[in-house]
Protein backbone atom coordinates (compact mmCIF):
# COMPACT_ATOMS: atom_id res chain seq x y z
CA UNK A 1 0.00 0.00 0.00
CA UNK A 2 1.31 3.31 -0.91
CA UNK A 3 1.57 6.14 1.63
CA UNK A 4 -1.01 9.06 1.15
CA UNK A 5 0.33 12.06 2.83
CA UNK A 6 -2.18 14.12 5.23
CA UNK A 7 -4.33 16.90 4.39
CA UNK A 8 -2.91 19.83 4.32
CA UNK A 9 -4.98 22.56 6.26
CA UNK A 10 -4.38 25.73 4.37
CA UNK A 11 -3.20 28.79 7.30
CA UNK A 12 -6.22 30.87 6.73
CA UNK A 13 -8.64 27.90 6.93
CA UNK A 14 -11.21 28.33 9.91
CA UNK A 15 -10.14 24.80 11.33
CA UNK A 16 -10.70 24.09 14.81
CA UNK A 17 -8.55 21.71 16.66
CA UNK A 18 -10.74 18.56 18.37
CA UNK A 19 -9.66 18.33 22.04
CA UNK A 20 -10.62 14.29 22.44
CA UNK A 21 -10.37 11.29 20.71
CA UNK A 22 -12.65 7.82 21.43
CA UNK A 23 -11.15 4.49 20.58
CA UNK A 24 -13.30 1.02 20.22
CA UNK A 25 -11.99 -1.98 19.61
CA UNK A 26 -14.22 -4.87 18.81
CA UNK A 27 -14.12 -8.91 17.32
CA UNK A 28 -16.88 -11.49 17.63
CA UNK A 29 -20.28 -10.20 18.12
CA UNK A 30 -18.83 -6.69 17.14
CA UNK A 31 -20.85 -5.22 14.30
CA UNK A 32 -23.92 -5.59 16.38
CA UNK A 33 -22.62 -4.26 19.63
CA UNK A 34 -21.07 -1.20 17.49
CA UNK A 35 -24.42 -0.47 16.18
CA UNK A 36 -25.52 0.45 19.65
CA UNK A 37 -22.80 2.02 20.93
CA UNK A 38 -22.47 4.42 17.78
CA UNK A 39 -26.21 4.83 16.87
CA UNK A 40 -26.51 6.33 20.74
CA UNK A 41 -23.68 8.70 20.04
CA UNK A 42 -24.34 12.79 19.76
CA UNK A 43 -23.39 14.28 16.52
CA UNK A 44 -21.46 16.68 18.87
CA UNK A 45 -19.14 13.52 19.92
CA UNK A 46 -15.64 13.45 19.64
CA UNK A 47 -13.78 11.66 16.88
CA UNK A 48 -14.36 8.03 17.18
CA UNK A 49 -11.63 5.21 15.74
CA UNK A 50 -12.83 1.82 15.71
CA UNK A 51 -10.87 -1.05 15.00
CA UNK A 52 -13.34 -4.06 14.48
CA UNK A 53 -11.68 -7.61 13.09
CA UNK A 54 -13.65 -8.00 9.36
CA UNK A 55 -12.31 -9.20 6.42
CA UNK A 56 -11.24 -6.16 3.85
CA UNK A 57 -14.60 -7.39 1.61
CA UNK A 58 -16.74 -5.91 4.52
CA UNK A 59 -15.46 -2.77 6.02
CA UNK A 60 -16.71 -0.69 3.67
CA UNK A 61 -20.45 -1.69 3.31
CA UNK A 62 -20.48 -2.00 6.96
CA UNK A 63 -18.91 1.57 7.49
CA UNK A 64 -22.04 2.41 4.92
CA UNK A 65 -24.87 -0.06 7.16
CA UNK A 66 -23.70 1.93 10.10
CA UNK A 67 -24.12 5.24 8.51
CA UNK A 68 -27.38 5.08 7.59
CA UNK A 69 -28.52 3.90 11.17
CA UNK A 70 -26.74 6.60 13.37
CA UNK A 71 -26.93 10.30 13.98
CA UNK A 72 -23.21 10.81 13.64
CA UNK A 73 -21.37 10.43 9.75
CA UNK A 74 -19.54 6.66 9.73
CA UNK A 75 -17.40 5.76 6.96
CA UNK A 76 -15.05 3.63 6.27
CA UNK A 77 -11.11 5.25 7.42
CA UNK A 78 -8.74 6.54 4.51
CA UNK A 79 -5.01 7.24 4.86
CA UNK A 80 -4.82 10.88 5.83
CA UNK A 81 -8.48 11.34 6.62
CA UNK A 82 -8.23 14.71 9.27
CA UNK A 83 -10.40 13.78 12.34
CA UNK A 84 -13.82 15.33 12.40
CA UNK A 85 -16.10 15.41 15.59
CA UNK A 86 -19.54 14.00 14.75
CA UNK A 87 -17.34 11.31 12.57
CA UNK A 88 -16.70 7.71 13.06
CA UNK A 89 -13.73 5.92 11.36
CA UNK A 90 -13.74 2.16 10.64
CA UNK A 91 -10.80 0.28 9.84
CA UNK A 92 -10.72 -0.87 6.65
CA UNK A 93 -9.94 -4.69 6.75
CA UNK A 94 -7.02 -4.97 5.08
CA UNK A 95 -4.81 -2.28 7.56
CA UNK A 96 -3.92 -1.46 11.28
CA UNK A 97 -5.54 1.74 11.58
CA UNK A 98 -3.61 4.58 13.69
CA UNK A 99 -3.77 7.94 15.32
CA UNK A 100 -1.29 10.36 14.77
CA UNK A 101 -1.19 14.45 15.29
CA UNK A 102 0.18 16.78 13.86
CA UNK A 103 0.08 20.76 14.52
CA UNK A 104 -2.49 20.09 16.42
CA UNK A 105 -5.03 18.36 14.88
CA UNK A 106 -5.39 14.45 14.65
CA UNK A 107 -5.17 12.63 11.14
CA UNK A 108 -5.78 8.78 11.01
CA UNK A 109 -3.37 6.61 9.44
CA UNK A 110 -3.38 3.13 7.68
CA UNK A 111 -0.08 0.61 8.30
CA UNK A 112 0.07 -2.38 6.19
CA UNK A 113 2.45 -3.95 8.28
CA UNK A 114 1.93 -7.78 9.66
CA UNK A 115 -0.80 -8.90 11.50
CA UNK A 116 -0.86 -8.32 15.24
CA UNK A 117 -2.41 -10.73 18.02
CA UNK A 118 -3.37 -12.69 14.49
CA UNK A 119 -5.82 -9.72 13.31
CA UNK A 120 -5.19 -6.70 11.09
CA UNK A 121 -6.77 -4.35 11.80
CA UNK A 122 -5.51 -4.89 15.92
CA UNK A 123 -6.99 -3.23 18.75
CA UNK A 124 -3.57 -3.12 20.33
CA UNK A 125 -2.40 -1.12 17.43
CA UNK A 126 -4.81 1.20 17.55
CA UNK A 127 -5.05 1.84 21.22
CA UNK A 128 -1.13 1.93 21.70
CA UNK A 129 -0.68 4.79 18.72
CA UNK A 130 -3.67 6.95 20.62
CA UNK A 131 -2.09 6.47 23.67
CA UNK A 132 0.94 8.28 22.21
CA UNK A 133 -0.44 10.52 20.32
CA UNK A 134 -3.67 11.59 23.00
CA UNK A 135 -2.39 10.65 26.40
CA UNK A 136 -5.25 12.06 28.46
CA UNK A 137 -7.30 13.31 25.86
CA UNK A 138 -8.41 9.64 24.94
CA UNK A 139 -11.12 7.20 26.21
CA UNK A 140 -11.02 3.87 24.94
CA UNK A 141 -13.66 0.83 24.99
CA UNK A 142 -13.05 -2.36 24.42
CA UNK A 143 -16.19 -4.48 23.72
CA UNK A 144 -17.26 -8.04 22.61
CA UNK A 145 -14.90 -10.28 21.29
CA UNK A 146 -12.57 -13.63 21.49
CA UNK A 147 -9.09 -13.33 22.44
CA UNK A 148 -7.06 -10.83 24.05
CA UNK A 149 -5.84 -8.34 21.24
CA UNK A 150 -6.57 -4.75 22.67
CA UNK A 151 -6.05 -5.57 26.52
CA UNK A 152 -2.25 -4.35 26.24
CA UNK A 153 -3.03 -1.20 24.36
CA UNK A 154 -5.86 -0.28 26.57
CA UNK A 155 -3.13 -0.39 29.49
CA UNK A 156 -1.36 1.73 27.57
CA UNK A 157 -4.26 3.86 27.39
CA UNK A 158 -4.94 3.68 30.60
CA UNK A 159 -1.26 4.84 31.57
CA UNK A 160 -1.04 7.67 29.41
CA UNK A 161 -3.67 9.10 31.43
CA UNK A 162 -6.80 8.33 29.17
CA UNK A 163 -9.96 6.88 30.44
CA UNK A 164 -11.18 3.28 29.83
CA UNK A 165 -14.33 1.01 29.56
CA UNK A 166 -15.05 -2.21 29.32
CA UNK A 167 -18.28 -4.63 27.99
CA UNK A 168 -19.41 -5.84 30.97
CA UNK A 169 -20.14 -10.06 30.61
CA UNK A 170 -23.72 -10.30 30.87
CA UNK A 171 -24.00 -8.15 27.48
CA UNK A 172 -21.18 -9.59 25.55
CA UNK A 173 -21.19 -12.51 22.81
CA UNK A 174 -17.94 -13.63 23.98
CA UNK A 175 -16.65 -11.87 26.95
CA UNK A 176 -12.75 -13.04 26.13
CA UNK A 177 -11.35 -9.11 25.26
CA UNK A 178 -12.73 -7.54 27.77
CA UNK A 179 -11.83 -9.96 30.32
CA UNK A 180 -8.36 -9.78 29.34
CA UNK A 181 -8.14 -6.13 29.91
CA UNK A 182 -9.81 -6.01 32.99
CA UNK A 183 -7.50 -9.39 34.15
CA UNK A 184 -3.91 -7.11 33.91
CA UNK A 185 -6.12 -3.76 34.77
CA UNK A 186 -6.32 -1.80 32.18
CA UNK A 187 -10.01 -0.89 33.04
CA UNK A 188 -11.12 1.94 34.36
CA UNK A 189 -15.32 1.06 34.87
CA UNK A 190 -17.20 -2.18 33.25
CA UNK A 191 -20.47 -1.04 31.67
CA UNK A 192 -23.33 -2.79 29.89
CA UNK A 193 -23.45 -2.27 26.50
CA UNK A 194 -26.25 0.17 25.93
CA UNK A 195 -24.15 2.50 28.62
CA UNK A 196 -21.06 3.07 27.16
CA UNK A 197 -21.93 5.51 24.48
CA UNK A 198 -23.59 7.86 27.33
CA UNK A 199 -20.48 6.74 29.64
CA UNK A 200 -18.00 8.18 26.75
CA UNK A 201 -20.37 11.29 25.81
CA UNK A 202 -20.08 12.22 29.71
CA UNK A 203 -16.60 11.58 29.84
CA UNK A 204 -15.79 13.77 26.90
CA UNK A 205 -18.33 16.58 28.07
CA UNK A 206 -16.36 16.98 31.51
CA UNK A 207 -13.40 17.10 29.68
CA UNK A 208 -14.01 20.05 27.26
CA UNK A 209 -11.99 22.44 28.59
CA UNK A 210 -8.48 20.86 27.89
CA UNK A 211 -6.81 22.10 24.83
CA UNK A 212 -5.04 19.96 22.17
Same mark, same amino acid.
Given at each position: MSAVACEVVPAQSPVVAVDRVIAIGASTGGTEALKVVLSRMSPQCPPILVAQHMPAAFTRSFAQRLDGLCRITISEAADGDRLLDGHAYIAPGHSHLTLVRRGGLFFARLRDTPPVNRHRPSVDVLFESVAEAAGRRAAGAILTGMGKDGALGLLAMKRAGGRTIAQDEA @?????GMPREAIAIGAVDEVAPLT *??????? @??????? *?LRV
Amino acid at each position: MSAVACEVVPAQSPVVAVDRVIAIGASTGGTEALKVVLSRMSPQCPPILVAQHMPAAFTRSFAQRLDGLCRITISEAADGDRLLDGHAYIAPGHSHLTLVRRGGLFFARLRDTPPVNRHRPSVDVLFESVAEAAGRRAAGAILTGMGKDGALGLLAMKRAGGRTIAQDEA @SCAVFGMPREAIAIGAVDEVAPLT *EIAQRLL @SWAAAGR *ELRV
